[in-house]
């Protein structure tokens, strides 16, 4: 008899996961990091190790503290620690070991910090140009001891800078095709590669001739370098297609490709992105950040690679080093999600703290929120002999649930609406997905009876959102459903791809904490989109109709070719100044149009956008009138159609992009969820634990579309929502209860601090200050706003039994 233990609380940092024990993610994967652990930063990104091996050194790049760490990777104990208020992914130690280079950020320089005494102490910076918002943005170093050279590649300006050491003068500034990730020397010092992270290729610099003599095709989103010790192989961690391009730096090309994914043609979803060898260099370790494990091969004989195994680590490593038999894993995100026990608290003023080092400052939120709550690890393995290595790999297959299987062949029933293979045919025809901002579960749908809420963090409950409340009540309540993206900027990517590739996982922090950036997502720049596209894309390849009103098509104009003469030219996409109601209406007009002709798409993608609210600022809809707004649109959108023609053969696909602007207490990703149709149930509720991906996936076996990445192809479809036999009474709609007129007035200190905020674009405010305002703009001025609660949401498996048939057993005990 399995046994399970399943409880909510905050792991500790030392803590030692066992071969018999894993954690489950609110994604639905799972994690069992092999060997000892050290606490590291936010978003740890990169690891430099010293020329002696006797120092290692971290950069942590994530939204809330920066700071770079100094380790004895004998001791394994950190030596030193310092806030950096502006960094990202450069370091590298002088061979003298007297001097650590980080790279500075968006301030657009290059920090030099002097160790003494197992220190780190500020001595100078070299300047790149101006600070933020003077687009440069170093990312990785190199440097040229005997030459006093330095190299430095940018990822905002994409270029390649040659930098004099000696009076730190700029000897070159050198444009690339696209965003650099990180440079290596040659081992003759002739020559530098460089990754250039979205074009697909490594380029090959002349240092005397101080141009690029060649270019070397590899694969999507080329990251990490690595070179052998005799100079002779080049390897390129390629994130985007699960890969490692194995170059011959004599020939000039690649001799083989590395799949460092679980299974052989898995879609993009393995993220690898980090390189290590061993130091008998017969061994290559692979960093996976979306498997959350190490690929290892056995490169002895360059081009005749094989694959040996992996090892499982923790969540989103993006680094890897190996000295002596020591494997030194960074792990971006740690270990698990964590509660928010210190969540915003407006009776403390306190909620900032100005750290100091030099002559920087840099202000930080003492509160917790998502996109700074998951704290780095560093993983400490010893190198494992076959047997053990064999034991390793076998929990990554049991971590993993994605499987060429269920890529395939989907879970699901005999004679269900939805599909279980693909190209399957669906008795629905038309799918309508709707995406909203930002709300958690708890926020709005706490009250309704027979769900997991707590009522002491409702803001919009019923009266606010009464057709939300309305569609859960005669279809299905879903409480148990988590966002896979974590704010807009990936939240968008992975509502419409499965996925946030790794340009975009890496760089929304800097701008999310007040670092300068752009936001890229949504389209807004090539290198954040996935190589083989979105939805959309796949649809059109698939020859399916599509269209879009508002999502990906801002200001009135297709953001990527996929959607040219695919969009409204006429729906509002981001503007609080214009209702969704009117949105609706906007809709409407060109549904009509369409139904008449019967040319109705069979995807359509929308976005709702006003339960984002503007707080309080003063002249402007209350948070109730804009959540109210977003309420009807959403009820009059689902009578409409449920009053069509084509209702029997409409599924409709409700969903935040992202949970990040409230508190939830059972998960910092849970949020609403909504489906409605002719074939979707009346009256239930579904406690299946579902995602992003998991509706994604829905949509796509609906269509005959195949998954598009390793996440939408392991989630479990949202079968259970839908009956083999239609229902096809009509949703009735209810009018707002709120005044959608009621305007804020009041010239509170919340209203004035909403004065400040840029509503121009989604998430251009900070968030935890934002939430407050709402809350208080709902419960009142004075009123205190309980500090969200956020669980671990960490599933312990004690044996290995299927995990399935349990919850086969707990949903029918649910249902009873």
């Not at 690891?47 to 939204?63: D, E, F, H, P, R």
């Not at 800078?161 to 002739?190: E, G, P, W």
């Not at 061993?278 to 690929?295: F, G």
């Amino acid at each position: 008899m399995k046994r399970w233990l399943l409880f909510f609380c905050l792991l500790t940092l030392s803590f030692s996961i066992t071969a018999q024990q894993k954690v489950q993610l609110p994604n639905g994967w799972y994690l069992s990091p092999a060997g000892r652990h050290l606490p590291l930063g936010d978003l740890p990104l990169n690891i430099a190790v010293s020329k002696s091996k006797k120092l290692m050194a971290v950069t942590n790049n994530g939204q809330s503290v920066q700071s770079l760490q100094l380790i004895n990777p004998v001791t394994e104990k950190e030596l030193d620690r310092v806030i950096v208020p502006k960094s990202w992914y450069g370091l590298k130690f002088s061979a003298d070991e007297k001097m650590l280079y980080a790279s500075g950020g968006n301030d657009n320089w290059i920090l030099q910090y002097a160790i003494s005494n197992n220190k780190l102490q500020l001595k100078d910076s070299i300047k790149l140009g101006n600070k933020w918002p003077e687009k440069i943005s170093p990312a990785g170093i190199e440097i040229n001891d005997a030459a006093k050279r330095m190299y430095v590649v940018t990822k905002e300006n994409n270029s390649l800078y040659v930098i004099n050491l000696a009076d730190k003068t700029i000897l070159q500034q050198l444009k690339l095709d696209d965003a650099a990730y990180t440079c290596l020397l040659s081992a003759n010092k002739k020559e530098l590669y460089i990754s250039v992270w979205g074009a697909k290729k490594v380029v090959l610099y002349d240092i005397a001739l101080m141009k690029i003599t060649a270019e070397i095709p590899v694969g999507e989103n080329p990251n990490e370098l690595l070179l052998s010790k005799n100079g002779k192989q080049l390897y390129v961690a390629n994130a985007g297609d699960n890969s490692v391009s194995v170059i011959d730096v004599v020939k000039r090309k690649e001799i083989e490709v590395l799949n460092a994914a679980l299974y052989p043609n898995a879609p993009t979803g393995s993220a690898s992105n980090g390189l290590a060898l061993s130091e008998d260099e017969q061994t290559l370790y692979v960093a996976n950040a979306d498997n959350n494990c190490l690929a290892v091969f056995d490169v002895t004989k360059p081009g005749f690679s094989k694959s040996k195994g992996f090892i499982p680590v923790g969540w989103y490593p993006t680094n890897v080093k190996v000295i002596g038999k020591k494997i030194f894993v960074s792990n971006g995100k740690g270990f698990t999600s964590k509660p928010n026990a210190k969540g915003p608290d407006p009776t403390k003023k306190d909620q900032e703290v100005t750290y100091q080092q030099g002559d920087y400052k840099n202000k930080q939120s003492r509160v917790e929120y998502i996109a700074g709550l998951f704290k780095g690890e560093m993983s400490i393995i010893d190198l494992p002999n076959d047997a053990k290595l064999a034991a390793y790999s076998k929990m990554v297959y049991d971590n993993t649930p994605y499987t060429k299987e269920k890529e395939l062949h989907a879970k699901g029933e005999a004679g269900n609406p939805i599909p279980m293979k693909v190209g399957d045919p669906s008795p629905i025809k038309y799918v309508f997905y709707i995406i909203k901002e930002n709300r958690t579960y708890d926020q709005v749908l706490a009250d309704v009876p027979g769900g997991n809420g707590d009522t002491s963090l409702l803001l919009f409950g019923e009266r606010v959102t009464p057709n939300q409340h309305k569609l859960v009540k005669e279809f299905v309540l879903l409480d148990n459903f988590y966002v896979d993206g974590e704010v807009s900027a990936d939240g968008h990517n992975w509502s419409l791809a499965a996925n946030a590739n790794d340009y975009l996982e890496k760089t929304w922090p800097t701008s999310y904490g007040g670092r300068g950036g752009s936001y890229d997502a949504e389209g807004n720049r090539g290198i954040s989109n996935p190589d083989r596209g979105f939805i959309w894309d796949y649809c059109k390849r698939a020859g399916i109709s599509y269209r879009t009103y508002g999502e990906f098509a801002d200001d009135y104009k297709a953001n990527i070719p996929v959607l040219e003469n695919h969009f409204c030219p006429y729906f509002t996409s981001w503007d609080e100044a214009v209702r969704d109601t009117t949105r609706f209406y906007q809709w409407k007009r060109e549904f009509d149009s369409l139904l008449a002709a019967n040319t109705v798409p069979r995807f359509n993608s929308l976005r709702f956008i006003n339960d984002h609210t503007e707080g309080q600022h003063i002249g402007r809809p209350t948070p109730f009138a804009h959540v109210a707004d977003n309420d009807w649109a959403v009820g009059l959108f689902v009578e409409y159609l449920s009053k069509s023609t084509i209702w029997k053969e409409t599924a409709i696909f409700i969903v935040e992009d992202d949970a990040q602007n409230g508190p939830d207490h059972v998960d910092a990703h849970r949020t609403t969820a909504y489906v409605a149709g002719g074939f979707v149930k009346r009256k239930f509720i579904d406690h299946t634990m579902y995602s992003t991906s998991s509706m994604l996936r829905t949509i796509e076996l609906i269509l005959g579309l195949p998954p598009m990445s390793q996440y939408d192809a392991a989630a479990e479809p949202m079968w259970r929502c839908f009956s083999a036999t239609p229902d096809l009474t009509p949703f009735q709609s209810v009018p707002a209860l709120v005044d959608l007129n009621e305007k804020n007035t009041k010239n509170t200190a919340s209203a004035r601090l909403s004065a400040s905020f840029d509503f121009s674009k989604e998430d251009r405010i900070p968030d935890l200050v934002f939430s407050e305002v709402i809350w208080k703009a709902v419960k009142g001025e004075e009123s205190v706003m309980p500090a969200p609660r956020r669980s671990a949401f960490v599933k312990m498996v004690e044996n290995e039994e299927d995990e399935e048939e349990e919850e086969e057993r707990k949903t029918k005990r649910k249902k009873k």
